[in-house]
């Protein structure tokens, strides 16, 4: 799987948009692009993925560039509770791969009141 | 649906014990993978089960082990505890095909935090 590059940490204010930039230049064409967070001492928790189409869903927007070498997550309307690690993660999504998550360091974002 | 469930949420072990985690995927899912992570090391891959068969494996030594049972539950085993296996151990479930397109996302349960002393 690629290996993806992420900024330790982030500071967003409280209502305002969180981008979350994240690299993966070596990405090859059938791997997609996961992202899950992880508040303290909780389990993972699946955001959003995708392959090469921006995605949206409840919970946050995904762009990916057209070289799909980078994605920005977005966050639209941060709030407290959003403060966590988030973790940009690629990987293979074809049936019969191994499908392990290989977790980096990830963004520590903080939402500030 | 219920999310993911582990059992127990803590553990208080000495080293040379062993121990058994339990793990309960979302109702209809056939994947169970587990994770460790620990300060160090960060997350990390342990294994994965699919129709009660290992279906991969992370660079663990032979003392982590794990099966799957028909119903998808899954536990693991950690024999012989060392110091080094205090760790918040993950779980994870994914459907694998959902209305006949694949669907891998895993779903995280809340962990089982152990404490070897």
């Known amino acids: 799987d690629a290996k993806t590059t992420q900024p330790p940490s982030m500071d967003c204010a409280e209502g305002r948009a969180a981008n979350l930039p994240c690299n993966h230049s070596?990405?090859?064409?059938?791997?997609?692009v996961y992202w899950y967070r992880q508040i303290h001492s909780q389990g993972p928790q699946y955001i959003i993925h995708?392959?090469?189409n921006n995605e949206t869903n409840e919970m946050a927007s995904l762009i990916i560039t057209e070289d799909r070498k980078s994605s920005t997550l977005i966050l639209p309307h941060a709030t407290l509770r959003d403060t966590a690690v988030y973790y940009c993660?690629?990987?293979?999504?074809?049936?019969?791969?191994?499908?392990?998550?290989?977790f980096g360091s990830g963004t520590q974002l903080t939402v500030l009141p | 649906k219920a999310g993911v469930t582990q059992t127990p949420r803590y553990l208080i072990k000495t080293r040379g014990q062993q121990v058994t985690l339990s793990c309960s995927p979302i109702?209809?899912?056939?994947?169970v993978s587990w994770y460790q992570q620990t300060p160090g090391q960060g997350l990390q891959f342990l294994f994965e089960?699919?129709?009660?068969?290992?279906?991969n494996k992370g660079n663990f030594p032979g003392r982590f082990s794990g099966r799957q049972f028909s119903n998808s539950r899954s536990e693991m085993n950690v024999s012989t505890l060392e110091l080094g296996d205090s760790a918040l151990y993950l779980c994870?479930?994914?459907?694998?095909?959902?209305?006949?397109?694949?669907?891998?996302?895993?779903?995280f349960g809340p962990g089982t935090r152990l404490l070897v002393l």
């Open positions: 089960y699919f129709s009660e068969t290992q279906r």
């Open positions: 993660i690629v990987r293979v999504g074809t049936s019969g791969s191994a499908r392990q998550l290989t």
């Open positions: 070596t990405i090859s064409g059938n791997e997609y």
């Open positions: 109702s209809g899912h056939r994947s």
């Open positions: 994870a479930s994914s459907p694998l095909v959902v209305r006949g397109a694949l669907q891998e996302t895993q779903y």
């Open positions: 995708g392959l090469k």
